[in-house]
């Protein structure tokens, strides 16, 4: 079984991948390609369109972005929000009133947050210090976004289909050493980009 998040690609072709029991709603209609995490954890991977930003909002913050890919976690009961930006760049800034506000958002952001940083923010609260943006090495970048990675999943399978399902996901190809071998069962899960 290949275990993956769910994926969803947005009407303007953004792709959005969801973390379990994450949940979004979209509203495309207007100058704004707008969309709400109400929960969870959500990767963004956007569709570069200048003239309408791609915003997502959740509770008091708007992050924005144009051609980038970017992770948000609505975590702590609702009441903190990381970015994690994984191309590109994004801004985030206080939630304004209405969309047609948010297609020309403050010249200054709240935070700018590159590739490769990460920053925590609170929903509701007002934020009365610059907030911090962190810098994450290449080892913490990728544990923060290992949900994403598709893996395979087995119960009691016979080496030899293991293997064969773990070839289908992989430049470097297992062979069995004996032939015998391939009977035994083996249960467990492994990531599909690790192997």
Same mark, same amino acid.
């Given at each position: 079984?290949?275990?993956?998040?769910? +994926?969803?690609?947005?009407?303007?072709?953004?792709?959005?991948? !969801? +973390?379990?029991?994450?949940?979004?709603?979209?509203?495309f209609?207007?100058?704004? $390609?707008?969309?709400?995490?109400?929960?969870?954890?959500?990767?963004?991977?956007? #569709? +570069?369109?200048?003239?309408?930003? /791609?915003?997502? &909002?959740?509770?008091?913050?708007?992050?924005? @972005?144009?051609?980038? @890919?970017f992770?948000? *976690? !609505?975590?702590? $009961?609702?009441?903190?929000?990381?970015?994690?930006?994984? *191309?590109?760049?994004v801004?985030?800034?206080?939630?304004?009133?209405? #969309?047609?506000s948010?297609? @020309?958002?403050?010249?200054?952001? !709240?935070?700018?947050? %590159?590739?490769? +940083?990460?920053?925590?923010?609170?929903?509701?609260?007002?934020?009365?210090?610059?907030?911090?943006?962190?810098? !994450? %090495?290449?080892?913490?970048?990728q544990?923060q976004?290992?949900? &994403?990675?598709?893996?395979?999943? /087995? #119960?009691?399978? &016979?080496? $030899?289909?293991?293997?064969t399902?773990?070839?289908?996901?992989?430049? &470097?190809? /297992?062979?069995?050493? *004996? *032939?015998?071998?391939?009977?035994?069962?083996?249960?467990?899960?492994?990531?599909?980009?690790?192997?």
């Amino acid at each position: 079984v290949v275990i993956r998040p769910a +994926k969803q690609t947005l009407p303007d072709g953004s792709v959005v991948e !969801l +973390k379990d029991g994450a949940q979004i709603s979209t509203d495309f209609s207007g100058p704004v $390609r707008a969309v709400s995490l109400m929960r969870g954890t959500a990767h963004f991977q956007v #569709t +570069k369109d200048p003239q309408r930003p /791609f915003v997502v &909002r959740a509770g008091g913050l708007a992050v924005q @972005a144009v051609g980038t @890919a970017f992770t948000t *976690e !609505l975590a702590d $009961r609702g009441e903190q929000l990381t970015v994690l930006v994984t *191309e590109g760049s994004v801004r985030v800034d206080s939630t304004a009133p209405s #969309t047609a506000s948010l297609a @020309a958002p403050p010249a200054e952001p !709240l935070v700018s947050v %590159d590739a490769g +940083k990460s920053v925590v923010l609170p929903v509701a609260a007002p934020i009365v210090a610059h907030p911090m943006v962190r810098a !994450l %090495d290449e080892a913490e970048l990728q544990e923060q976004t290992a949900w &994403r990675i598709p893996k395979l999943e /087995f #119960t009691a399978t &016979r080496l $030899r289909e293991v293997l064969t399902q773990m070839n289908q996901h992989n430049r &470097r190809q /297992f062979v069995l050493g *004996e *032939e015998g071998v391939g009977d035994l069962r083996v249960s467990g899960i492994l990531r599909a980009d690790k192997m």
